[in-house]
């Protein structure tokens, strides 16, 4: 099954409005937030921020399916200032394209967002690097671990492809630093945030609630319809997420709007069920209930004979 990725369904302005002030709402909280922070103290600003920047995060991920305009430009100023720090909107938005693919999902050389390793590669992993990438496969691991694990393994990658001459991917970077330090003169300079707390009590922890719901999203299967769950949560999580915890839906229908997920979801659940075998998970506590400690995945991808069709 191949996912369009194409045209998003939309209002007849051009315009979705809802998520159009989903945008301005989250520049508001971040503006507020980060300017008051030594007022708001720590224990409110951790949490708080790590919220936002998962939820724009989202908003980001909306923005590369065609929303809130028809304009992709427009689409990409109103989130591509990166206040999450670690990717450039235009590599995020190359390789969630090529994630789409159904058919190669969770193949670790051609999906960029697989969480498996190539069977070679983990093969000859270090007993110490073979223990952390085990860690990392248990949910509490990915959580503490997965966001240093994650900007390694990125920045590892964009270090090759730019030594390599990769033009373009330069180009991105460039801006991205740009960006960088567009986010550093608000944090540090205009509100005083030192910007390695920005980094470790913020944007660190905004990853990880990312990674969270990125955890389950796929699995390897031999039936490409059952690698991509279902997990149906609270209000305040398909927020954060905008409803992208209905993952099923979203890679079937991946121009629907947020908003329109969860009728979408509701209308075809026991066919959608059934084509993703029951991959099916009722809330994040069971996920913590069941994978917290214990690894969800094996290292390496366990089906690599399915993955060469």
């Known amino acids: 099954m191949q996912a369009d990725v194409g045209e998003a369904v939309r209002s007849k302005t051009g315009i979705e409005w809802r998520t159009m002030l989903l945008v301005m709402l989250c520049w508001l909280a971040y503006g507020l937030l980060t300017y008051f922070w030594q007022d708001l103290g720590w224990l409110i600003v951790a949490p708080a921020g790590s919220y936002i920047l998962c939820f724009y995060g989202s908003l980001q991920h909306e923005a590369v399916h065609g929303h809130p305009t028809r304009s992709n430009l427009v689409n990409e100023a109103l989130v591509a200032l990166p206040i999450g720090i670690l990717f ?46 085990t860690l990392n496969n248990s949910l509490l691991g990915r959580l503490v671990l997965g966001p240093a694990i994650t900007a390694v393994r990125f920045l590892a990658q964009e270090i090759r492809l730019i030594a390599g ?7 991105i970077w460039a801006a991205h630093i740009i960006g960088l330090m567009l986010v550093w003169a608000w944090v540090s300079g205009v509100c005083g945030m030192p910007f390695w ?52 839906a979203h890679h079937e229908e991946p121009g629907i709007a947020w908003y329109r997920l969860p009728s979408y979801y ?44």
Not at 121 to 126: D, I, W, Y
Not at 165 to 171: D, E, L, Q, S
């Open 266 to 309: 509701r209308a075809n659940k026991d066919r959608l069920l059934h084509e993703n075998c029951g991959y099916l998970i009722k809330g994040y506590r069971q996920m913590f209930r069941d994978f917290a400690l214990t690894p969800k995945e094996p290292l390496a991808h366990p089906l690599p004979e399915s993955l060469e069709k």
């Open 88 to 133: 450039p909107y235009r590599r995020y938005r190359t390789m969630h394209i090529t994630h789409h693919n159904n058919d190669h999902l969770t193949d670790p050389a051609r999906d960029p967002e697989s969480s498996y390793l190539e069977p070679r590669m983990c093969a000859g992993l270090p007993a110490p690097l073979r223990l952390l990438y």
């Open 197 to 248: 707390q920005y980094i470790m009590g913020i944007a660190y922890w905004g990853l990880s609630l990312t990674l969270l719901r990125s955890f389950a999203e796929h699995r390897a299967h031999a039936n490409t319809g059952c690698r991509t769950i279902i997990v149906e949560s609270n209000p305040v999580i398909s927020l954060m997420f905008l409803n992208n915890n209905l993952h099923m």
């Open 165 to 171: 001459g990769n033009f373009t991917v330069v180009r």
